[in-house]
Each structure stands twice: as structure tokens, then as C-alpha cells.
């Protein structure tokens, strides 16, 4: 796949590792920052990502603050993006099978890396279940 990633300053050290972790198992890794652990704005970065995600530069989105929800607020304001916060594998396999997230949020200041780990593991590898949940996330951009 390709995966389209980025974080701010807490969310650095776990990007990095990640996307050595994800080029390792083959996925091409497309790193839209931040480059360094100096303070930087997590919308810079999440604004970044969501436009590859709508215009399909990039298959799935993996973004890293931390607590997540700077980045999730932010590319929930794109329309073709479906955003969703994960810190445990439960949740990271829900949020793909329910609610179809195209990119996944990790909250770098509250998981181990280890769990990142698995968390983007499980949701890499688990399928939207459609039937109601398609009704369901057709309805979200039901302005
Ligand atoms: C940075 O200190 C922190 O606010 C940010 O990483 C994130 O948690 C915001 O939602």
C-alpha cells in the first residue's frame, strides 16, 4: 500500500519508527512531517495529509499527536477523510470495521510504541464490514 503519514512534535519519535516498521514490510511511505521534535502546529501537517488522502496520492493515512485529537479534529474537516482515533487494538480494528477510517490517529503521549505497533497492524489488516455501517458513514457528509 501506499501510506500517507505525519505528526507534529509528540508525535516525532513514533513516526519515525513507524515508517521504518512500514517500509519494512513492503508498504511504500509517503512522510509529510514534521522533521524534527522542535514545537510545530499539528494542523500544518494534518492539512497535509488529508489532501493526499482525497486525492488519492495515498491509499490510508496514519497521523500522530499527543493525544490524537488535535490531528482528528483537523482532517475531520475534510470531507474525504474519515478520521479516527485508536488506542488499543479493539479499537483500531473498530474504527475500520465500523466506521471505515482512511486514516488512522494515534495519541503518541498515552500508548507505547509497541502499541502503536500492533494498533496500525490490526487496522492494516482488518476490512470496513459495509451493510449498516455503509448507511451509516454515507450519512456523515449529509450536511
Ligand atoms: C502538543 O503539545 C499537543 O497539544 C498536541 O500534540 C496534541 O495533543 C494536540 O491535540
Known amino acids: 500500500m501506499t501510506i500517507g503519514i505525519c505528526s507534529d512534535h509528540a508525535g516525532f519519535d513514533y513516526k519515525s519508527r513507524l515508517v521504518k516498521y512500514l517500509k519494512g514490510k513492503g508498504h511504500k511511505v509517503v512522510d509529510f512531517g514534521t522533521d524534527s521534535v522542535q514545537s510545530c502546529d499539528y494542523p500544518d501537517f494534518a492539512h497535509r495529509l ?4 482525497e486525492g488519492s496520492e495515498v491509499e490510508a493515512g496514519i497521523a500522530i499527536c499527543g493525544t490524537g485529537n488535535g490531528m482528528a479534529i483537523t482532517l475531520n474537516h475534510h470531507q474525504g477523510v474519515r478520521a479516527g482515533l485508536a ?10 470495521r465500523h466506521n471505515d477510517a482512511n486514516v488512522l490517529v494515534l495519541p503518541a503521549r498515552f500508548i507505547s510504541y509497541r502499541m502503536a505497533v500492533a494498533i496500525v497492524r490490526t487496522w492494516l489488516q482488518t476490512s470496513f464490514e459495509g451493510g449498516r455501517h455503509l448507511r451509516r458513514i454515507q450519512k456523515i457528509n449529509q450536511l
Do not use: P
Open 50 to 53: 488529508a489532501r493526499a488522502v
Open 87 to 96: 488506542w488499543n487494538c479493539e479499537v483500531g480494528s473498530l474504527v475500520k
